[in-house]
């Protein structure tokens, strides 16, 4: 059967085959990881669709593949079903291998250097694909000597010596590293200079095209949550032993915030050209750092429609996933509305960036105790209460101050009232 690249969500086209997890001949059983992938949204794994032998691959590492185009051919487990018929199906995908590696060096134009020999001093076979990449690339025949040969009787192929190279380059650019680390420890007055990673440039350039394309607000509020911090407080042992999860303020705030974008559905909207689409779902994304410094966005799907119980499970699962590369590309798509959570690292608000094609995003910050004024029935007092200060970012060309004004407003409500019947 034919493996494909499946449907990974909206907007997702097609991704860069980053790693195959297993080998040509291999046998695999349904759902064990095949191949890790990348899209210009996530990192994730694509699992075997059945039991089988993995006969080909039909998409090289490094490639670009879009949906839909095979990747992989499987021969089912129904099919090989006998050990001797699994050695014959890995015999054969080895031999397909190493004439598949023939026919590319025969349609590649290459120029080989006459000076190279066909072979190494220990007799490994040098194609003249190979001798023309090793007399580019200054590989000696004693470097050559030492690669292990995954083709045919240990012949030394194509791929063989792109990775050799890969290492190679990997290893200088890591002692390159050092030294500058090294160097810059020593002197004061040396800069280092980092490169970004693949991730880091899709989140900066998709920064800077949000700020290019909407007109940036943000409106601030505060809200009162002494009764839900004590509240909380009051169960979340309970909440643990029963559940099995934690239960974090930040279910809380994604079921205020949902209760909100009910009430309100214009801030529940995208803009296309000279047109308004208001959602019919209420997806709301978290922003969640990651252990390398980059950021990811899970989204809970029609979070409106879950219960206290139900946002706490979606959370800490998709943060779980999210900081172990474990998330499916369709669990970070799709988002109408985001949260983050500028509180998790003590500060106090933030003017987050709109997450494109949204409309809004509403920052979090630290939850302090501070002196305010109590209104009671026999006068005011001053106490000590739990304030958290709210800020939303919205798109000026479609949402206005006052809208945005109601739409924190009645978030501040909700919290501030919060009470344990919303489980």
């Known amino acids: 059967m034919n493996i494909v690249l499946p449907a990974m969500g909206e907007g997702v086209i097609e991704a860069t085959i980053i790693k195959w997890l297993v080998k040509e001949g291999a046998e695999v059983k349904e759902d064990d990881p095949l191949v890790e992938i990348a899209t210009d949204k996530v990192d994730s794994e694509i699992p075997s669709p059945a039991s089988g032998i993995i006969v080909e691959f039909k998409a090289s590492e490094g490639s670009l593949v879009r949906v839909g185009e095979i990747i992989a051919q499987l021969e089912k487990e129904d099919v090989v079903n006998n050990e001797e018929e699994k050695m014959i199906q890995k015999e054969i ?44 690339e200054g590989i000696s025949y004693s470097a050559l000597d030492k690669i292990s040969g995954t083709g045919m009787d240990g012949r030394i192929t194509r791929d063989d010596i792109l990775r050799f190279l890969s290492e190679k380059e990997k290893a200088g650019s890591a002692a390159a590293e050092k030294n500058g680390s090294d160097a810059h420890g020593k002197s004061d007055g040396e800069d280092e200079v980092i490169v970004m990673d693949r991730v880091r440039k899709l989140i900066a ?132 509305f985001t949260i983050t959570n500028f509180g998790t690292y003590n500060n106090l608000t933030g003017t987050p960036i709109i997450n494109q094609p949204q409309a809004a995003i509403l920052g979090i910050g630290a939850v302090r ?55």
């Open 93 to 136: 995908g080895r031999i397909r291998e190493s004439i598949s590696a023939d026919k590319l060096e025969k349609n590649e134009t290459v120029t080989v250097s006459r000076d190279m020999k066909s072979r190494t001093p220990s007799g490994k076979f040098l194609s003249p694909l190979v001798r023309n990449i090793a007399s580019r």
């Open 205 to 336: 350039e998709h920064m800077v095209m949000s700020k290019r394309t909407s007109p940036h607000v943000t409106s601030f509020i505060d809200a009162d949550v002494t009764s839900l911090i004590n509240w909380r407080n009051s169960i979340k042992e309970k909440f643990l032993a029963t559940e099995g999860n934690k239960l974090t303020l930040t279910p809380i705030f994604i079921d205020a915030t949902a209760r909100a974008l009910h009430d309100h559905p214009m801030i529940n909207v995208s803009v296309e050209g000279n047109t308004i689409i208001k959602r019919k779902n209420i997806n709301i994304g978290m922003a969640t750092a990651l252990p390398d410094g980059n950021l990811i966005v899970p989204v809970i799907k029609n979070a409106n429609e879950k219960n206290l119980k139900g946002l706490a499970r979606a959370v800490n699962d998709l943060a779980e996933r999210a900081r172990n590369n474990k998330l499916k590309p369709e669990e970070i798509t799709g988002g109408t």
């Open 369 to 423: 105790k501070l002196p305010a004024v109590v209104e009671t029935p026999d006068g005011d007092l001053i106490g000590i209460r739990h304030i958290i200060i709210l800020s939303l970012s919205y798109d000026h060309r479609v949402i206005d101050g006052a809208l945005a004004g109601k739409f924190l407003n009645r978030i501040k409500a909700i919290l501030e009232n919060y009470h344990a019947d919303l489980m």
